[in-house]
């Protein structure tokens, strides 16, 4: 049973460009949850996808916006990208709340 | 004041040792709480849940809750090189969200 999957594993974008990052859930599990997490910190929660909805949004710009596919599969774009959005994109699916998380993206905007 | 605070450490433990972890939280209408390990350079490890005050114990691990002083704890019983990590605690806010706090680095001395 394959966990959360993700890809690319790293990207290196320039500012002002665009990126898309993508997620695929844990077997079984409905809901997709993004999280931006900068060196020496927590976690910071983007925004949670349910039934191709988004359910829960952080306090994050417009820039951040996603998708969730029928399959449950997950995609997080993020457009003019600035230097302080560099950091571990982390995708986490779940069922009945606990979270599982995949291996992240790392992401470095020069 | 952030939602979800822990001592950033590092906590230096003794080889064999009890380590104690220490997380408050502040909207009281939270329900669920998590700890997560991180591994440097890898994406958070889901430990233990908890949802009722008092004690749940699994293997070498102790989550600790007492929702009415809004305090959740983790114990790790018999340290283990291999326990070295950041310890994240997460919170299920009011809202549904999770809230993370920074972690607490643990760091077990032969």
């Known amino acids: 049973d394959a966990g959360v999957t993700q890809s690319p594993t790293h990207l290196i974008k320039t500012r002002g460009q665009q990126v898309t990052l993508r997620c695929s859930p844990k077997?079984?599990?409905?809901?997709v949850s993004w999280y931006q997490q900068a060196l020496g910190q927590g976690p910071q929660f983007i925004f949670q996808y349910y039934e191709e909805e988004e359910r829960q949004r952080g306090n994050f710009p417009d820039r951040f916006s996603g998708h969730q596919f029928p399959n449950y599969s997950s995609e997080l774009n993020v457009n003019a990208l600035l230097l302080g959005d560099s950091a571990l994109y982390l995708c986490?699916?779940?069922?009945?709340?606990?979270?599982?998380f995949g291996p992240g993206t790392r992401l470095t905007v020069l | 004041q952030k939602e979800v605070e822990q001592n950033s450490g590092p906590l230096s433990v003794p080889e064999g040792a009890i380590a104690s972890l220490n997380c408050t939280y502040s909207d009281r209408g939270s329900q669920s709480f998590f700890w997560y390990r991180q591994y440097s350079g890898k994406s958070p490890e889901l430990i233990m849940s908890i949802y009722s005050n008092g004690d749940k114990e699994d293997g070498r691990f102790t989550a600790q809750l007492n929702k009415a002083s809004q305090y959740v704890s983790l114990l790790i019983r018999d340290s283990q090189p291999s326990d070295s990590a950041t310890y994240l605690c997460?919170?299920?806010?009011?809202?549904?969200?999770?809230?993370f706090g920074a972690g607490t680095q643990v760091v077990v001395t032969p």
């Open positions: 077997s079984g599990h409905d809901t």
């Open positions: 986490a699916s779940s069922f009945n709340n606990e979270q599982f």
């Open positions: 997460a919170v299920v806010d009011s809202w549904g969200k999770f809230q």
